[in-house]
């Protein structure tokens, strides 16, 4: 038995190539199963997390439809995977919150914010909201620099523990020690499987997308997204200790760490979510699970609204158009931060807890 009809369909699928086994080479997914003779619900969600979703078993498979065995494994596990996101989403108050728009979700707290910037400004000064503010400090003319940090540090905080319970309740689910955790060799081996997308290849060939013709088109938009939000983190952790540790106050000079690593990682979010969005606009809907499509998009938008603001506030900080852009820059990361631990932020992270177990399994049964 199991938890929901998606599971069971895996399953099937499941006891369909295990007896096959002809997409063994494509990816981690089908040697992960055949290490397998039965699926627990846990095993199946550490699948469809493992899954990068390049399509190369649907486009190779001899069962794939319109064949009666009707193997379509790439649209099974996408499902599969959402509905993980959501059972392990913490508090499981807010796990119906995968299901719905999450775009408008994001969208309304990122204005709710920015206005309630907006509003303690005026309070305070509303000159500053329209004037033009330079040197060091010039962005706390908008609200003092020890709020900001309260009130984003609450968010960060907040997705942090969201996202660390998530993980836990995944990392139990399929049944994996917490000691697995602590071995350098299968995290290390995690790191450089994600860190170069090796599951995002369709076995050597590229990603299948809209055809049959194999691409690395979405694995390198994946990875300007992932090293432009990397980039962008850095930027904010770098200017954290120039103000705490030097006693510097932003905004920087362009030369400066954080603003290189800012203007990188923002370009990086700019072009990376196009990329992700026109590759999934021409995608064959036989690969995509149309339930969580709106999940995706709402992610990658946010990503984008990000990577925008943060370069537009950097264009023209020296202007009276700061205190407007400042304070909708401000929205959508808040915005990003809160929402993060209940959209598709969170495949990053069962994916890499996937992958360390794989590596595990592997140095068990003794392959490199």
Partial sequence: MHGTQTLKEADRLMTVC???RYCEGLCAVFPAMEMRRAFSDGD????????????????????SPPHEFDVNVPKNLAAARAESWAAYAWPRAFSGLFARNGLAISIICALSVAAFIFGFAALTDHAVLTGVHTGPGAFYALMPHNTMAALFGAAFLYAILALAMGL????RDIGEPFGTLAEPPSLWQAMKDAGRLRYLDG???GCFNEDERPTDHRRIYHHLTFYGFLL????????TLYHYLLAREAPYPWWDLPVVLGTLGGIGLVIGPIGLLTERSKRDAALVDANSSGMDAAFTLMLFLTGVTGLALLLWRETSAMGPLLALHLGVVFALF???PYGKFVHGLYRYAALVRYARERRTMGHV
């Fill in 168 to 171: 836990r309740a995944f990392w």
């Fill in 18 to 20: 295990n007896s096959c």
């Fill in 232 to 239: 962008c983190f850095a930027s904010t952790s770098v200017a």
């Fill in 44 to 63: 199946l969600n550490y699948f469809a997390n493992l899954c990068h979703a390049c399509g190369a078993c649907y486009t190779d498979c001899q069962f």
């Fill in 203 to 205: 076995g050597g060939v």
């Fill in 338 to 340: 809160i929402t993060l």
